[in-house]
Every structure is written in structure tokens, then in C-alpha cells.
Nanobody, 120 residues
Framework: QVQLVESGGGLVQAGDSLRLSCAAS????????MGWFRQAPGKERELIAR???????YYTDSVKGRFTISRDNAKNTVYLQMNSLKPEDTAVYYC??????????????WGQGTQVTVSS
């Protein structure tokens, strides 16, 4: 069983930065694909960034160039550095772990979420 705990959310102003952390326990963290998702009020949850076991990354267009995903396997932690935040980035942010290396497979474990609110 893998447990994921997010931290680092908060209330910031447009243009500010935040760094989210997701600490994992259990399992073999270095072999997982880790993703950051977000869900805004009234919207579906969306994948915004992903990093796999070989540190290959993916970003959705809306965060490309502003957000950076990274991982520290020694600390079993994945990070999301968010710069130039916009009000439309307001959402609950979730980290998730996928055990399979097949991209179409679902994520197996989820954190509880952390709120990010960006005021204009």
C-alpha cells in the first residue's frame, strides 16, 4: 500500500509562486510514474504534470513554462514548482502514483489534495 501526502498549498496573489510537495510512503517510489492533477470548482479533474521513473516529464499546455515537476527518490517526494500563478490556477491539487509503465493504465494511489487559491 502506498500513501501520498501533499503539502504546500495556500492563498497567494497572481504572479506569486508556490511549491507543492507530495511525500510517499510504502512501495518502491523510484519506479512509479508520479502525476500532479488539479480540480477546479465545477470542472473535471485534469492531469497537469507527470514525471516517470526515468525523469521524463509531461505538462499540459496551460502550465507549460510556468510549472516544473521534479522528484527526489532519496526522499520519496515529488514536487510541483508553480511560478507566475494565475487566478485560473485556483483548484485542489492532487498527487498520484501509477505503478504500471503503460501510459494508458490508471493511477493507483492518490493523495488527499491541497488547496491552491490565487487571488487577482
Amino acid at each position: 500500500q502506498v500513501q501520498l501526502v501533499e503539502s504546500g498549498g495556500g492563498l497567494v496573489q497572481a504572479g506569486d509562486s508556490l511549491r507543492l510537495s507530495c511525500a510517499a510512503s510504502g512501495g518502491t517510489f523510484s519506479s512509479y510514474t508520479m502525476g500532479w492533477f488539479r480540480q477546479a470548482p465545477g470542472k473535471e479533474r485534469e492531469l497537469i504534470a507527470r514525471i516517470n521513473w526515468s525523469d521524463a516529464t509531461y505538462y499540459t499546455d496551460s502550465v507549460k513554462g510556468r510549472f516544473t515537476i521534479s522528484r527526489d527518490n532519496a526522499k520519496n517526494t515529488v514536487y510541483l514548482q508553480m511560478n507566475s500563478l494565475k487566478p485560473e490556477d485556483t483548484a485542489v491539487y492532487y498527487c498520484a502514483a501509477r505503478l504500471s509503465r503503460i501510459p494508458s493504465m490508471p493511477y493507483n494511489y492518490w493523495g488527499q489534495g491541497t488547496q491552491v487559491t490565487v487571488s487577482s
